[in-house]
Every structure is written in C-alpha cells, then in structure tokens.
C-alpha cells in the first residue's frame, strides 16, 4: 500500500468530464475513489467519489469529513461553461467610440482543420454598451466620466438585456482605475445582485484585447464557478465537513472558494493544472531530473505540460476557450483525445477521433448505458488492452460485444473489420497526442529526446509507450497514483497568490521605482494570504518581470536580479536560451512591461513512498497471459503477460510485452521494453526502438 505522512485526513478531488476521482490520505496510508461524474449535478460525482475512498478506507465518510484538515478541488467548471456556451447572460461597458472592440479581439480563428471558424459571441454587440470617460496613457484624466450616463447605460443592459454579470473595461484603465472603480459602485449599489468584474481591479495590465476578454471571459464564468462552489460547500458541510474548500488555480496553487467566485477565469486549467502540480513533486521524489512532459489522457481529453530544468513552463498571456487573455498559467495544451473520445468518418471517407467525446452518458458503447457510438475505450477492449472483467478493479464491468458491435458500424463505412477498425483508432488517438506534444515543445525549441514522459490518468499508460517510440523518449515514468493523479496534486498543491502592474519603462530601470512598486505588490500578496489564514512564517515571495526588445509583440518573463542594473543580461540570456543567440537583437533598446509578485504558502505535502522493497523477480505479481494486439507490431495479437499491478512493489522488475493492471488504470510494456518499480510505487519503463 502506498504510504504518506501527514496530519489529519486530507482530500483531493478532481471533478474531469468523465470521471470525479479522489484521492484520501490519514498521513499513514493512502485510499483512492473514483466515480462516473454526473453532469447534470456535479456534487452527485463528487460525494460519490468520496463515499469510494471511505469505504476503501473502511471508515465513515461522515467521521472522516469530521477530522479532515483540507479539503481540495480541482473542477472543469470554466472548461465546461465555455465549451457550452453556458455562462451568465453578461453585458460590458467600454469607452465610447470602442463598442467594437470586443468583436475584433484576438483569439484561435483557424481550426485544427486549418479552416477559419468565428471566435464565440460570449457578448452579442445589443449587450455592449458605451461611456463617455477617457484617461490617457499617462493615467491622467482627459474626458471625466460621465455617472448619469453610466447609470442609464447599466440600467438599460439590466433591465432591457437582462444580464447577469457585468464586464467593465475601459481604456488605459491600469493606470488609473477611478472610471472603472466609480462605474463598479454605481452598478452594485443600483443592481446589488449583479455580479461585476473590473479590468483594472482583477487583471491591471497593458494590451486592450487581453484585458477586456479577461474581464468578459470573467464575468461569463462567474454564474458556473459561483453555482457548483454553493452547492458543493452546501453538500460537503451537510455530509460533515467542517474546514473550507481549497480551489486549484490555473497558476498551479490553490485559492479560496471567495477569490473562486470574484474572478472564476482563474480555474480555467483547475483540473488539468493539479496533475502537472503532482508531477512536479513526483518527478523531484523519484529522481527523474529537470525535464519531464507530463501527459494526462482521462475520459474527454489529454492534457500535456513541460517541465523544463525543473521549473514549470508557464503563460502569462494564456488563451482560454479559444480568446486570449492575460491570466498567469501553467502551459498545458488540451486536445479532444480520451478514452471516451468518439470515432467516426468524415466527408471524405477518412477514419476520425475527436475532438468530440460521449462523455460520462451515456459513455463509450462498452459501457451498456445506451452509447452506440465506439469510442477510444471501445478500441482499447476490442484489442485485448482492456479486460472488460476487470475495469476499474471488477466494479464496472464492460459490454465487449457492444464495443466490438459499434467499431464494426464504423468499420463497415470503410471497408474494415471491427479489429482494424480498432487499430486504426489507436493509432490515430496516440498520433494526435504524439502532435500536442511535439507542438507545445517545438513552441519552445526543446528536443523531446531530452525528455522523460510522466503519464497519467486512466487511460495515459495504455499509450505512453507509443507516443515515447513516435517523439524519440527512451523513459516513461506511470506513478502509483495514475488515476487519480489530479487529485492527490489538489491535494497536495500549495496556497498560490499573484498581483501584477504595469510599469511600462525602458532599461535602465529606476531602482526606487521598481521598489516601491515590488512593495505593494508584495503588500497585496501578504494581504491576501493572511485572509486566506495562511500563516506569515510559511509564506515566501518571489519577484518576476516582464520584458522585450523595444515594440516586440510577446515578452520574456524573467526571475528578477538582486542587481537590477543586471535585468538587461538577464533578458537576453532568457531570450538566448528560448530562441537561439542568432535571434538576439543586441542593440536594440529593452522595454520593462510589468512587474510580478508570486506569493507561495506551503503546506505539509504527503510524501508518497513505496511499501518495503520487495525480491527483483516480479513473479509474485504475476497472474497469467492475455492475447493482446501490440502497437507497432504485426497486425496478429501477441501473448501478453499479465501482472498485478497492486502486488507489485519497489525493486521488482520484469519484460515486455506486459500489461500492468492496477484495479483503476493499466500499463502497457511493450515487447522489447523493460519496467522496473521505483521507490515511490511508480513502473518505470526503458522504451526500446525509441
């Protein structure tokens, strides 16, 4: 059993678009639960997946609730809103003359198909309202704003459009928020149930476009993130918890349900971001050096982030459901690459995967829910990679004839057979991967060769092999928690606070400047922590700037210096290390853009560890052979070894071709691979032919 040392119980969930996991732990042992979600009523999920882990546990979920020292979550909720469409009906206030500036903002116009698609009309041009106000970029007044019309003008979008939410954004407002703060009071003192979100209080930074999607994608979001956090507090205190909810960010940290509900953009990679935080701390446990791609295939998507010399690569302009914005992130790209990810052919007679996915219900067709459509998880039975007796630990069982009934419809369209049609699936799931991969670290000019895979969720080591052989990595790494890795990173995450401001000044920079205004960035920082009861002696901060060669579009975000006379070294090196020495612009002036304070709070981290290590010979764990279909292999199915995966322990090892089945996820070795149980219970695997 995996092992963990920490007080009191702590509990992590995170609610995916198929599957709501949870991870539990007493600080002596570690219990993880797992339920369909329920996209109707989320909660419904969650409190199941927590009734799994107790009952593993062999305790009450109402006595464990009761001891529980931190409850944390990561959720789709933003995700899900703006796949959907599904926010707060929002009106927005601009600056009068830019009532079109919503429309021309900048986001993703071109599909994966390379064809050009609209960006999502979050705010129709009815609902966009004008101010007469000006301040210019200097921060000084210009035209004073006018309060009797910003009144009718919020009266007129409450009253006439029926919003919700109101989004304000108006011109330079970073460098002079007053505009902005005056129109906020008027809007909640004459419509006090109306939610508000401020450009320059919630994302004070330069660039219009990103700062009014910002604030829109905000206040769109706000009904979702605000609704599921009522009702899963409501739920959770009801079933007899008695410590607030810890909500994963998408800077990899965690907030409280409070700062949750004023800026819910914020949670936008909340699920996704916990299993990279995850990563990073296994990763560091198990020795896997300073870079690693972290792959995480659930039910609806696959998700993939870089670590790179040990740090976490990040965004400070992240696009969100298809805008840009100017949240702060953890780069993690998401494609419609899952287990419940759909196969069907297209217009011209092409087999297809994706993007779309039947989700939780009624499911792929092997889960005998009324799906008919094949789905990832179909291919995976239909192959023999999944024991339809076995899934998730016997409790589910699978319907391998409707799997085999629906690739064969499919199959039919082309000209193919059930079986092939199954390959052809796989592959086409992992080339898609394999692409998501390459095209995150191309984007930074890393060689994947120089990498080691972490994947996870419950699908990811069904493929990671593959996907290493297609990039060229010799080493994937499957930890002990896979599938419910998002989980055990919520619960484990850090408290994680930012503030940012806008200088705007050529080097070299004043240092008295850059002081005072690194002091109350930190003052905001230090504020928010003590709220959110973290206490002073486990708070450190961290000072970052954004920086560019004179009118570049995008910045470099570098560590600032102890010497700021050094910033402008410290930038080309950065810049240098990202885009090569040829690109470097040695005479060119350097702007300083913003100014960043990253407040951490630490908390005690489970420290998972293995059980005793065990003899080298894994036979113990072995339990018979399947006939399996191999990637990569000839089209005939191999026998395939069967072991285990809950007897295995550390120092054991074995050769491919294997499959390792852990009673939530299993692991694919292939035939001229080698996997070897590290200390912390993860199956280490030498991928051959790479």
């Known amino acids: 059993m995996v092992r963990a040392h920490m007080p009191a119980?702590?509990?992590?969930?995170?609610?995916?678009?198929?599957?709501?996991?949870?991870?539990?732990?007493?600080?002596?042992?570690v219990w993880r639960g797992k339920s369909a979600t329920?996209?109707?009523?989320?909660?419904?999920?969650?409190?199941?997946?927590?009734?799994?882990?107790?009952?593993?546990?062999?305790?009450?979920?109402?006595?464990?609730?009761?001891?529980?020292?931190?409850?944390?979550?990561?959720?789709?909720?933003?995700?899900?809103?703006?796949?959907?469409?599904?926010g707060a009906r929002t009106g927005l206030l601009v600056t009068a003359g830019f009532r079109d500036l919503w429309a021309m903002a900048r986001g993703h116009r071109l599909g994966r198909d390379g064809l050009s698609r609209p960006l999502p009309i979050l705010v129709p041009r009815?609902?966009?309202?004008?101010?007469?106000?000006?301040?210019?970029?200097?921060?000084?007044?210009?035209?004073?704003?006018?309060?009797?019309?910003?009144?009718?003008?919020?009266?007129?979008?409450?009253e006439a459009e029926r919003i919700a939410a109101l989004a304000v954004c108006f011109l330079w407002s970073f460098r002079n928020p007053v505009h902005e703060q005056r129109v906020a009071?008027?809007?909640?003192?004459?419509?006090?149930?109306?939610?508000?979100?401020?450009?320059?209080?919630?994302?004070?930074?330069?660039?219009?476009?990103?700062?009014?999607?910002?604030?829109?994608?905000?206040?769109?979001?706000?009904?979702?993130?605000?609704?599921?956090?009522?009702?899963?507090?409501?739920r959770l205190a009801a079933a007899g918890s008695r410590v607030p909810v810890a909500v994963m960010q998408s800077n990899g940290g965690t907030c409280t349900p409070g700062e949750a509900?004023?800026?819910?953009?914020?949670?936008?990679?909340?699920?996704?971001?916990?299993?990279?935080?995850?990563?990073?701390?296994?990763?560091?446990?198990?020795?896997?050096?300073?870079?690693?791609?972290?792959?995480?295939?659930?039910?609806?998507?696959?998700?993939?982030?870089?670590?790179?010399?040990?740090?976490?690569?990040?965004?400070?302009?992240?696009?969100?459901?298809?805008?840009?914005?100017?949240?702060?992130?953890?780069?993690?790209?998401?494609?419609?690459?899952?287990?419940?990810?759909?196969?069907?052919?297209?217009?011209?007679?092409?087999?297809?995967?994706?993007?779309?996915?039947?989700?939780?219900?009624?499911?792929?067709?092997?889960y005998g829910r009324g799906g008919t459509e094949p789905a990832v998880t179909d291919a995976l039975v239909a192959l023999g990679l999944l024991d339809p007796h076995n899934f998730l630990g016997g409790r589910v069982p699978l319907d391998g004839e409707s799997a085999v009934a629906a690739l064969g419809r499919v199959g039919r369209t082309l000209g193919s057979d059930a079986e092939q049609t199954a390959r052809g699936v796989y592959r086409l799931a992992g080339e898609h991967m394999a692409l998501a991969i390459k095209g995150l670290l191309v984007e930074r000019g890393l060689d994947p060769r120089r990498f080691t895979f972490l994947c996870y969720g419950g699908c990811g080591a069904l493929f990671g092999t593959a996907i290493a052989r297609v990039l060229g990595i010799r080493r994937v790494v499957v930890p002990a928690l896979a599938a419910v890795f998002s989980a055990y990173g919520a619960a484990t995450a850090d408290r994680r606070h930012e503030a940012v401001q806008t200088v705007f000044r050529s080097l070299p920079a004043d240092p008295g400047e850059l002081a005072a205004c690194f002091a109350a960035l930190e003052g905001r920082v230090r504020d928010a922590m003590a709220l959110a009861g973290v206490p002073p002696s486990a708070v450190s901060l961290a000072r970052e700037?954004?920086?560019?060669?004179?009118?570049?579009?995008?910045?470099?975000?570098?560590?600032?210096?102890?010497?700021?006379?050094?910033?402008g070294d410290a930038f080309r090196a950065r810049y240098a290390a990202l885009y090569g020495s040829g690109a470097l612009a040695l005479g060119a002036p350097i702007d300083l853009v913003n100014c960043r304070v990253i407040g951490i709070g630490r908390r005690e981290r489970p420290a998972v560890v293995g059980a005793p290590a065990a003899a080298t010979d894994a036979a113990a764990a072995r339990r018979g052979t399947r006939l399996a279909w191999l990637p990569g292999r000839a089209d005939g199915r191999t026998p395939t070894a069967l072991y285990d995966g809950e007897v295995l322990r550390p120092d054991m090892t074995f050769a491919g071709p294997a499959l390792v089945e852990r009673r939530d996820t299993t692991i694919l070795v292939g035939a001229d691979e080698r996997a070897a149980v590290d200390a912390a219970g993860s199956v280490v695997i030498e991928v051959g032919g790479a």
């Open 261 to 366: 509900r004023v800026a819910p953009l914020l949670l936008a990679q909340s699920g996704p971001v916990a299993g990279v935080s995850a990563a990073r701390a296994v990763a560091e446990a198990s020795g896997l050096g300073g870079d690693v791609i972290t792959g995480d295939m659930g039910g609806t998507s696959f998700d993939v982030a870089v670590m790179h010399d040990g740090a976490l690569e990040g965004r400070t302009r992240a696009p969100v459901g298809g805008l840009w914005t100017a949240t702060s992130t953890v780069a993690i790209d998401s494609i419609g690459a899952g287990g419940g990810s759909v196969a069907w052919v297209d217009a011209r007679g092409v087999l297809c995967v994706g993007p779309r996915s039947v989700g939780a219900d009624p499911g792929p067709a092997c």
């Open 185 to 234: 009071a008027i809007a909640r003192a004459r419509h006090p149930a109306l939610h508000v979100s401020c450009s320059a209080e919630l994302f004070p930074v330069i660039r219009e476009y990103e700062r009014m999607t910002s604030t829109v994608l905000n206040a769109y979001s706000w009904w979702a993130v605000a609704g599921f956090l009522d009702v899963v507090e409501e």
């Open 9 to 29: 119980y702590a509990i992590g969930i995170d609610v995916g678009g198929t599957f709501t996991d949870c991870f539990l732990t007493d600080g002596t042992a």
């Open 545 to 567: 700037v954004d920086l560019r060669f004179h009118r570049q579009t995008w910045e470099v975000t570098v560590p600032l210096p102890s010497d700021v006379d050094a910033l």
């Open 126 to 158: 009815r609902r966009v309202a004008e101010v007469d106000e000006r301040v210019d970029r200097a921060g000084a007044v210009v035209v004073p704003l006018d309060q009797v019309g910003a009144a009718r003008a919020i009266d007129h979008l409450v």
């Open 38 to 86: 329920t996209p109707g009523s989320l909660a419904d999920g969650l409190l199941a997946a927590l009734e799994a882990a107790a009952v593993e546990s062999g305790r009450p979920l109402a006595a464990i609730l009761a001891e529980a020292s931190h409850v944390a979550l990561g959720t789709t909720a933003v995700t899900n809103c703006l796949a959907a469409l599904a």
